[in-house]
């Protein structure tokens, strides 16, 4: 696969500080969509992430390119994901952002506004201030779509926090027409050779390029017959 090149801090300052301001609406309740603008005044960000001699890197403008750049490489990331409002979780192709402008007056100075696709929606009223995290995970799967499909599924059941079984890990189940209908698998292709050449080699590029750890996945028989498959995942 081709490597990801990581943000830098500045980049991840940008990302943090826009889905923050998406967070801030889930914690007062506000709905928001693909049409909603948010906006932020440099000087806003600069004291958010208390920035050394930001007044005079504002007046020199020095601050406004440095951002400006910044965003442009937040703005070139495109990435696959599950499209959360559709049943099949069709994988959409998008940004971080659906456009950016950049607004400058006398009386506020410069400001930065920006809107999020509506795929991307869904994934900030689950994840909040931490989507930026998971997409930049994502971002390391784009060549394993199976990767992809079972880090949605680990990372949602993380978040709901159901079956826990200790202070950092969750133990969920599926059932084996569930995994073959989200992974599409076909019919007639044998149980054992999809855990074996889809599952465990999907586990693997999980653990090995994402914060999440999934181990062995658990058979679980009904007799001779298996009926489904347990994932611990830390």
């Known amino acids: 696969g081709g490597l990801v090149n990581p943000l830098n801090k500045l980049e991840l ?34 004291d958010l992430w208390l920035m050394q001699d930001s007044e005079k890197r504002i007046a020199d403008g020095s601050l406004y390119t440095m951002v400006r750049r910044a965003i442009k490489k937040v703005d070139s990331r495109r990435f696959y994901y599950p499209d959360l409002a559709d049943e099949k979780r069709t994988q959409v192709l998008s940004g971080y952002f659906s456009y950016v402008k950049y607004i400058s007056s006398k009386e506020n100075g410069a400001s930065i506004a920006f809107a999020f696709p509506q795929p991307l929606i869904p994934y900030l009223q689950n994840h909040g201030q931490y989507t930026w995290y998971y997409f930049e995970n994502i971002i390391k799967l784009q060549e394993y779509p199976n990767a992809i499909i079972l880090y949605e599924l680990f990372s949602k059941e993380k978040h709901l926090r159901q079956k826990r079984i200790s202070k950092t890990s969750i133990r969920t189940d599926f059932t084996i027409e569930n995994i073959r209908k989200r992974l599409s698998v076909a019919d007639g292709y044998d149980i054992t050779d999809t855990i074996r050449k889809i599952i465990k080699p999907a586990i693997e590029k999980i653990n090995s390029e994402t914060s999440i750890n ?21």
């Open 13 to 46: 300052m940008i990302l943090q500080t826009a889905f923050f301001m998406a967070h801030k609406l889930n914690q007062e309740k506000k709905e928001y969509d693909a049409t909603t603008e948010f906006s932020i005044r440099l000087k806003d960000f600069a």
């Open 214 to 234: 999934v181990k062995d996945p658990i058979i679980i028989k009904n007799g001779r017959t298996i009926e489904s498959i347990g994932f611990e995942v830390e």
